[in-house]
């Protein structure tokens, strides 16, 4: 027989186009907030800013708990490294969310920039994701891609941010970003930049009713024109990632402030 939690699970699985993240919370969820990252270069550079704590293992990478804040507005802050890559980051987001049951996600992390229309080292607030690399050959690509846009409920954040970022949408592939895509890109979602993960844990996060909170950094630009600077030049990626990492961990506790 049947449970209502699973009739309702299932209807949820097959939920139609389109997914708005909720700022709901499981009700026996932990006051703690988990924050997810992807990239190993993006967890070397947080290795390297929190050399003191604690790390231990998961199936899915390494992690350690702290503390954030000061006085009552401290809070209990679980640092994942969950890989790169859409496979990854769902899978380690839905960990993440079974194991802690968090009352909030945080995603921080890098992406690309396309040059003219954002800044290197600029910081994205992402209001929506779109999963572009999908090729549905027997159907409609656009119904497709559709289906795993998400939107981000942000209301709770207010109008008043702690730092000054670009409200935007990011678009996600389990690829560097195709010079020669990138007009489509623009003409199509009005997108400024790219990474690969975003879009699947925001998906993810909205399945399972999850507050969530993605600040994104631009390592580096890549143009339709002549490509991109860090393409053959890993130093240049490596070193935008630590500008842009460490600016992104300065600033958590104060959004953290905003979370309840």
Same mark, same amino acid.
């Given at each position: 027989?049947?449970? #209502?939690?699973?009739?309702?699970?299932?209807?949820?699985?097959?939920?139609? &186009?389109?997914?708005?993240?909720? %700022?709901?919370?499981?009700?026996?969820?932990?006051?703690?907030?988990?924050?997810?990252?992807?990239?190993?270069?993006?967890?070397?550079?947080?290795?390297?800013?929190?050399?003191?704590?604690?790390? #231990?293992?998961?199936?899915?990478?390494?992690?350690?708990?702290?503390?954030?804040?000061?006085?009552? /507005? &401290?809070?209990?802050?679980?640092?994942?490294?969950?890989?790169?890559?859409?496979?990854? %980051? %769902?899978?380690?987001?839905?960990?993440?969310?079974?194991?802690? $049951?968090?009352?909030?996600?945080?995603? @921080? +992390?890098?992406?690309? +920039?396309?040059?003219?229309?954002?800044? /290197?080292? *600029?910081?994205?607030?992402? *209001? /929506?994701?779109?999963?572009?690399?999908?090729?549905?050959?027997?159907?409609?690509?656009?119904? &497709?891609?559709?289906?795993?846009?998400?939107? #981000?409920? =942000? +209301?709770?954040?207010?109008?008043?941010?702690?730092?000054?970022?670009?409200?935007?949408?990011?678009?996600?592939?389990?690829?560097?970003?195709?010079?020669?895509?990138?007009?489509?890109?623009?003409?199509?979602?009005?997108?400024?930049?790219?990474?690969?993960?975003?879009?699947?844990?925001?998906?993810?996060?909205?399945?399972? /009713?999850?507050? @969530?909170?993605? @600040? $994104?950094?631009?390592?580096?630009?890549? &143009?339709?024109?002549?490509?991109?600077?860090?393409?053959?030049? =890993?130093?240049?990626?490596?070193?935008?990632?630590?500008?842009?990492?460490? *600016?992104?961990?300065?600033?958590?506790? $104060?959004? =953290?402030?905003?979370?309840?």
């Amino acid at each position: 027989m049947k449970t #209502l939690s699973g009739i309702l699970f299932a209807f949820a699985a097959l939920s139609g &186009a389109g997914t708005v993240l909720s %700022a709901g919370t499981s009700s026996t969820g932990m006051n703690c907030t988990v924050v997810l990252i992807s990239a190993n270069a993006e967890w070397k550079v947080v290795r390297s800013l929190r050399p003191d704590e604690t790390y #231990l293992s998961s199936p899915w990478g390494e992690f350690f708990k702290t503390r954030m804040g000061k006085g009552s /507005r &401290a809070k209990d802050v679980i640092f994942f490294h969950g890989g790169w890559g859409k496979v990854a %980051a %769902a899978g380690s987001t839905q960990y993440c969310i079974d194991r802690w $049951k968090p009352v909030l996600m945080v995603n @921080l +992390g890098t992406c690309g +920039g396309f040059r003219g229309d954002v800044s /290197r080292y *600029e910081i994205l607030l992402v *209001e /929506r994701t779109v999963i572009y690399d999908i090729l549905e050959a027997m159907g409609d690509s656009k119904q &497709a891609i559709a289906d795993y846009e998400t939107t #981000l409920d =942000l +209301g709770w954040l207010g109008s008043d941010l702690p730092a000054r970022v670009r409200r935007t949408l990011l678009v996600s592939a389990d690829r560097d970003i195709v010079p020669s895509e990138i007009p489509a890109l623009r003409g199509r979602y009005h997108a400024v930049a790219a990474d690969w993960e975003s879009g699947a844990i925001a998906y993810t996060c909205a399945k399972n /009713r999850q507050r @969530l909170l993605i @600040l $994104k950094g631009v390592s580096d630009l890549v &143009a339709s024109n002549s490509g991109g600077e860090a393409y053959g030049n =890993l130093q240049v990626f490596e070193s935008g990632c630590r500008v842009v990492m460490t *600016e992104l961990m300065d600033q958590l506790p $104060k959004w =953290l402030e905003k979370s309840p």
